[in-house]
């Protein structure tokens, strides 16, 4: 059986991957490749990014939803695993109890996505004043299912909440100790 596809689907962003024989080249975009006996499989879009500048959540106000410069574009139309792997460092002073919250957020329909708000960290200390700064660095996990319509722009929000006391740093970072990265896979 022949089978004909355009390199058109590769400027989309599909990869394709030669099943059962040696993927022919053409070379203009709009001529069809093919090759007798061949069959081809388009690959599935996915991609990783890395947060590409740290984020001091410790200047905006406790409780309020603040950009990241991570963010992915999902290319097409389908159902998508996003997951994620966020580092968060926090610091207070006792009295305290302050946490940091992350959520996706959906660019393209101006919405959060559906129930990915997670805990990053958390220092809960009642000791008495003037004990001493108490901190953590931790990284935790988001994965979610998403399905769109179309091209989709999905973004990292975070803020900081002050319950008790205020912390004194709050910031999303990615350096050689521990990245924060963004990975998306087409599944459907």
């Known amino acids: ?22 993927m022919p080249t053409s070379a203009s975009a709009t001529t069809p490749v093919s090759a007798p006996g061949t069959r081809y499989q388009l690959l599935a879009p996915s991609g990783i990014t890395y947060l590409p500048a740290n984020v001091d959540l ?9 950009n990241t410069g991570l963010q992915v574009t999902l290319p097409v139309a389908g159902t998508y695993a996003l997951d994620l792997n966020v580092r968060a460092r926090l610091q207070a002073g006792p009295p305290v109890n302050t946490y940091m919250v992350a ?11 559906p129930n990915s708000e997670r805990i990053l960290s958390q220092l809960i200390d009642y000791t008495a004043a003037g004990a001493g700064a108490i901190a953590k660095n931790t990284t935790s996990p988001i994965s979610e299912r998403i399905t769109v319509t179309g091209p989709t722009t999905i973004r990292l929000q975070a803020q900081r909440v002050n319950a008790a006391g205020a912390s004194t740093i709050a910031a999303i970072w990615s350096d050689g100790a521990g990245r924060t990265s963004f990975r998306f896979d087409r599944i459907s």
């Open 103 to 113: 959520r996706l957020w959906n660019v393209t329909s101006g919405a959060a996505v």
């Open 1 to 22: 059986m022949r089978t004909r596809i355009r390199l058109a689907a590769l400027a989309a962003g599909a990869a394709v991957l030669a099943v059962g024989g040696t």
């Open 58 to 66: 410790q200047p905006t106000a406790s409780g309020t939803w603040a």
